[in-house]
């Protein structure tokens, strides 16, 4: 009896334009948010996902068959995708929202992805994605995505290693004082940390050459209504303002001047 053949493996690799990481974050006029009306990039978190997927078919060669890239983002998001697309994605998906539309929250993010990974005909084994963006700093989407599709999940991961064969992967991940090593059966969530640059990869620049490639790659633009999905925010921002500016301290010549310093802003001592 001939051995079946082991089925290849499809990647899928989330993405979010955010806020240029270099920027210094206002506060708009009305309150309501952060000025975006700055330069905008992907999420330095996703980049490494990006990466350690291209990495991964590097290492594997045949055995991955594809990396697809996601956003869900104004019609601006494109040139994210395109990014990711120089960088070694062979494809990518464009949920549309209008420019005026707030951000999708995290579970509205997760059941987009789900909806979109239901839809995939030739499955998917591996969703890469950043622990978080650097704009709402959630850290949630990938741990909401593997509880609705019941799948292992990884996160803060730091060293990934897939074995095709035997369907698996073996996961170092960041936690309290040391590192974990996991072992997932695949399909798999993975979320990236920053330490998986110091460890073990640094996100590629896009080559000209490649950049011009990636204007060849599909892109396949959908809705939410499409996917059957509701991502209307369940969170309203009531105000958002600056932190108060520190004020200078001072210095005193000795500990008696110290104790009515604070006497006098009115800090009192209490015997133990």
Known sequence: ????????????????????????????SEQTGIDLNVKHSMNPFDEIAVE??????????????????????????AETLRTAL????????????????PSP?????????????????????????????IDDDAGQTGQMLAGLMGWSQATFA???????????ANITREIDGGLEELRCKLPVII???????????EPRYASLPNIMKAKKKPVEKLTAAELGVDITPRLET???????????????????????KLKEAGFTGKRA
């Open 158 to 168: 730091s060293k990934v290693e897939v074995n095709p064969e035997q369907k698996v």
């Open 238 to 260: 009531i105000k958002v303002t600056e932190p108060p500016k520190r004020v200078g301290g001072g210095k005193v010549a000795n500990v008696d001047e110290l104790l009515a």
């Open 105 to 133: 929250e995290p579970l509205g993010v997760a059941k987009t992805l789900k909806a979109l990974i239901e839809r995939q005909k030739e499955g998917v084994d591996i969703v890469i994605l950043g622990k978080q963006a």
């Open 52 to 77: 350690e997927a291209v990495r991964i078919r590097e290492r594997l060669k045949d055995a991955v068959k594809s990396i697809k890239v996601v956003t869900i983002g104004p019609p601006k998001s």
């Open 1 to 28: 009896m001939r051995p079946s053949a082991v089925r290849l493996l499809n990647i899928l690799v989330p993405i979010k334009r955010a806020v240029d990481y270099a920027v210094k974050i206002r506060v708009n």
């Open 191 to 201: 979320t990236t940390d920053l330490r998986q640059v110091q460890l073990l990869n």
């Open 86 to 101: 120089a960088m070694g994605a062979d494809s990518a998906v464009h949920v549309e929202i209008p420019e005026s539309a």
